[in-house]
């Protein structure tokens, strides 16, 4: 992920209020700061660990929370078994424990109600998170800006905030949910049971009232690079397009 100007935010110590589990490897926490701290949606942070002999293990986290959400800071953790940050939040943090945190961090991967839509959020894997922020604070804002969300999970046990999107989906305010399982036959209300393709999101596009005035993009390198071209083929111009990647 990369850092703007608020890269050189000054570190702070958060407190974990609260543990929510997700999925099978996926976890919420969520961090109550010691000072003020303001982000819009689609913002990430640096979360730091320092061991006793003061080795230091840093990693960057998108926050799924919404602004409007109060005084904590959600982030939703996926375990990676040879990370160095996350199986500490899995295996050994407690509400309670204290850890350090910088941020907000990233000023183009980010939309308020004000910038208008519609919206096509296409997220895969824990890639969905910054996205959830966004989706929050439409809700929130009791917003009628179209959104239609694409998520792609292997299977329906790892679809993150499952209940909530479908709650928000249900809703027929104007959001609607696609769900795409890859390693799994789909399920309603999962509408597909493959991976990311043009067709799709022609598809998709259509839940719209018009094309997409912006598009945001986030997974791993892979799974951006392949939907980015897909909503290229699919007609949405790349001016459009905002991408986020992680990892491999």
Request: net charge negative; aromatic share 8%.
């Amino acid at each position: 992920m990369s850092d703007g100007p608020a890269a050189q935010s000054p570190w702070q110590t958060v407190t974990i209020a609260r543990i929510e589990k997700r999925t099978p490897r996926v976890t919420s926490f969520f961090l109550q700061p010691s000072r003020p701290f303001a982000y819009r949606p689609g913002q990430h942070v640096d979360v730091r660990l320092t061991a006793p002999d003061g080795y230091q293990a840093r990693r960057s986290y998108s926050i799924a929370s919404a602004p409007e959400a109060g005084g904590t800071i959600e982030l939703a953790i996926e375990r990676l078994d040879d990370g160095e940050v996350s199986p500490f939040f899995h295996d050994i943090a407690a509400v309670g424990d204290e850890v350090e945190l910088r941020g907000p961090l990233g000023g183009h991967f980010v939309w308020s109600d004000s910038d208008g839509g519609p919206l096509l959020l296409v997220g895969g894997g824990s890639g969905v998170v910054p996205l959830m922020a966004i989706i929050r604070h439409r809700a929130a804002r009791r917003s009628a800006v179209p959104v239609a969300l694409v998520f792609s999970a292997r299977v329906w046990d790892e679809v993150i905030f499952r209940d909530e999107l479908i709650d928000l989906h249900d809703r027929r305010d104007g959001f609607d949910l696609v769900l795409a399982l890859t390693r799994e036959a789909a399920r309603p209300p999962a509408d597909y049971s493959r991976r990311v393709d043009a067709a799709m999101m022609e598809q998709s596009m259509l839940r719209l009232p018009a094309p997409p005035r912006f598009a945001f993009v986030c997974g791993s390198n892979a799974f951006v690079s392949a939907a980015a071209q897909a909503l290229i083929d699919a007609g949405v111009p790349a001016s459009l397009i905002r991408t986020e990647r992680y990892g491999v």
